[in-house]
């Protein structure tokens, strides 16, 4: 198998406001169907699906590396459809906040060391 691309389905509770939510985070929303869209940010894309089960939901996570987390903190913090956010945190391995989207999906937001 020679992989070229992997994206990931996330779920949602309530399809507007999920897609609301990822919108005001900075990814760019393109329908596919009634009950998808396709969100992209750079090169990293994503489905939103129109499907909820709780524990999936409950127990889906995503983590999202980023260059400039103090940045992507103030802009998570201004979304209105968020559930929770954590502080950042200073980790071994680089930089971390905690947001919860509105069906309980967990993102980790990441900024690793850089390694040149």
């Known amino acids: 198998m020679d992989v070229v691309d992997i994206k990931a389905f996330v779920p949602?509770?309530?399809?507007?406001?999920?897609t609301a939510f990822y919108t005001e985070i900075g990814f760019v929303p393109s329908p596919v169907s009634?009950?998808?869209t396709l969100f992209q940010n750079g090169d990293c894309?994503?489905?939103l699906q129109r499907f909820y089960?709780?524990?999936?939901?409950?127990?889906?996570?995503?983590?999202?590396?980023?260059?400039d987390i103090d940045s992507a903190?103030?802009?998570c913090l201004q979304s209105v459809h968020k559930t929770k956010i954590s502080s950042l945190q200073e980790e071994s391995w680089g930089r971390v906040f905690y947001l919860w989207g509105p069906a309980g999906?967990?993102?980790?937001?990441?900024?690793?060391?850089?390694h040149d």
């Open 12 to 18: 949602s509770k309530d399809y507007a406001i999920s």
């Open 73 to 75: 903190y103030q802009q």
């Open 105 to 114: 999906e967990l993102l980790h937001i990441t900024q690793l060391p850089d």
């Open 34 to 36: 009634d009950d998808l």
């Open 53 to 67: 089960n709780p524990s999936l939901a409950q127990n889906f996570m995503l983590q999202i590396c980023v260059q």
């Open 45 to 47: 894309l994503f489905f």
